[in-house]
């Protein structure tokens, strides 16, 4: 192990023990999400395109929809629009949504000719390149889906956490999510990604806000540049 990998171990270890002190057990604060009810990759990418813009309560109250309907994934292809529609109604923009599930699950099959995302498992390298190129599914989405569908070595970053790690100082201050989502991937180590995703998702909703951090209670105060700079 490097010099570099020893530093980024210790001190996302201290991160995540900081975190867990003050938010919880991550697989407690996961039940939240569409993504923890999922059974299969494939569910956890169409899970996760239920998130987007929205909600984890408005997301998870359409993926329970979807799966009352669906049996299997592919059954959402066989759905009446109307009826699609009204399940995935609570997570909003339903008719752009309804094309984007369609569409990922046409492709897939396109691919690999059945409705699974078996074969990328394994394969960091594929199953980037697949996922990236799936109509209407961007960098985050195919994060989540390698992070916590295909157990691969990533680290999903939205906005929230994006600007965690800006005001955190772990990236540059005006870097974007697809940056620091690189970035983070490569610094992070792999035992933490799936960990400290949920935990800096609950601590952007709790404490890092975007117009109002509560920096005085933050967990992260003290190492945090901006946190410093404004207690
Ligand atoms: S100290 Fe403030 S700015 Fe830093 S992570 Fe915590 S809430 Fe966010």
């Known amino acids: 192990m490097t010099t570099n990998q020893n530093r980024n171990g210790a001190k996302f270890g201290g991160i995540y023990r900081s975190l867990i002190a003050v938010l919880g057990e991550p697989v407690e604060l996961h039940r939240t999400s569409p993504l923890y009810w999922c059974d299969n990759a494939l569910e956890v990418l169409l899970a996760t395109i239920l998130t987007q813009a929205t909600s984890d309560k408005n997301a998870l109250q359409s993926w329970r929809n979807l799966k009352q309907l669906c049996k299997e994934p ?22 752009r949504r309804a094309k984007t599930l369609v569409g990922v699950l046409r492709t897939i099959h396109d691919r690999f000719g059945e409705y699974t995302l078996n074969q990328l498992a394994g394969d960091p390298g594929l199953a980037r390149e697949i996922l990236n190129n799936l109509p209407g599914v961007g960098p985050k989405t195919a994060a989540c889906t390698m992070l916590f569908g295909l157990g691969l070595p990533c680290f999903p970053v939205d906005t929230h956490i994006n600007r965690i790690a800006c005001r955190m100082g772990w990236v540059a201050s005006k870097s974007t999510p697809a940056n620091t989502q690189l970035l983070l991937t490569e610094t992070i180590p792999p035992e933490y990604h799936a960990d400290l995703h949920i935990l800096l998702l609950n601590l952007g909703r709790r404490y890092c806000r975007p117009t109002t951090p509560d920096c005085s209670h933050c967990p992260l105060s003290g ?8 207690s």
Not at 223 to 230: A, Y
């Open 74 to 95: 592919s059954d959402i292809l066989s759905l009446d629009e109307k009826v699609l529609l009204e399940a995935i109604k609570p997570a909003g923009i339903m008719t």
């Open 223 to 230: 190492e945090c540049r901006f946190g410093s700079k404004s």
